[in-house]
């Protein structure tokens, strides 16, 4: 049974450009959260999405946008780069009504 | 709004000894989740154990247990005999119960090494 599977695992992008993270849910899971991981700190928050809608968001610029799609799976978009956008960005996701969360490894994005 | 304090950056263990991470939190909501997650250097979250905010009882996982005080808002792990793959990164995190509010708040991380 695959677990989350997140692509790609590392990105080097330059300033102002845009990038899409991809991830895929464990099977049976319906909810999608993303976090952004900066170095030596713990994950924030940056959206949550069930049934193709973004449900809660954390204190993100709209910069950072995202999708879900029928299948579950979902990408996070962030556009215009900023260097302050390097980080670690974990995919979790859950069951709607139960407690566990299951990570992804992250794609470690490195904005030059 | 909720936050997680995880005031020990570095901690240090001989294999095979119990070891106390310490997590306090802060809410107002009667209703939550307490989680501890490991993170090695790969990066992924390994989920260890969680404790809901009505638990009357500590939750145990194996080796992991969680000291549940709630009248102090604490949910220290306690990790028995440990070992060396038990160095990592931990985190603290909890959730609120209302279905609107699923995301999880993490504290700062303890970073755990066990010595030979």
């Known amino acids: 049974d695959a677990g989350v599977t997140q692509s790609p695992t590392h990105l080097i992008k330059t300033r102002g450009q845009q990038v899409t993270l991809r991830c895929s849910p464990k099977?049976?899971?319906?909810?999608v959260s993303w976090y952004q991981q900066a170095l030596g700190q713990g994950p924030q928050f940056i959206f949550q999405?069930?049934?193709?809608?973004?449900?809660q968001r954390g204190n993100f610029p709209d910069r950072f946008s995202g999708h879900q799609f029928p299948n579950y799976s979902s990408e996070l978009n962030v556009n215009a780069l900023l260097l302050g956008d390097s980080a670690l960005y974990l995919c979790?996701?859950?069951?709607?009504?139960?407690?566990?969360?299951?990570f992804g490894s992250g794609t470690r994005l490195t904005v030059v | 709004a909720q936050k997680i304090t995880q005031t020990q950056p570095g901690m240090f263990v001989q294999e095979k000894e119990a070891v106390t991470l310490d997590c306090t939190y802060d809410?107002?909501?009667?209703?939550?989740?307490l989680f501890w997650y490991k993170q090695p250097s790969s990066g992924e979250m390994i989920f260890l154990i969680y404790?809901?905010?009505?638990?009357?009882q500590n939750a145990t996982e194996g080796r992991y247990s969680l000291n549940f005080q709630k009248a102090r808002k604490s949910a220290n792990l306690v990790i028995s005999a440990s070992q060396l793959g038990d160095s990592a990164m931990y985190f603290c995190?909890?959730?609120?119960?209302?279905?609107?509010?699923?995301?999880?708040?993490f504290g700062s991380g303890t970073r755990l090494q066990v010595q030979p």
């Open positions: 979790a996701s859950s069951l709607t009504g139960g407690h566990g969360y299951t």
């Open positions: 099977s049976g899971h319906d909810t």
């Open positions: 999405y069930y049934e193709e809608e973004e449900r």
């Open positions: 809410t107002s909501d009667p209703s939550y989740g």
């Open positions: 404790q809901g905010s009505y638990d009357q």
């Open positions: 995190a909890m959730r609120l119960m209302d279905t609107g509010r699923r995301a999880l708040t």
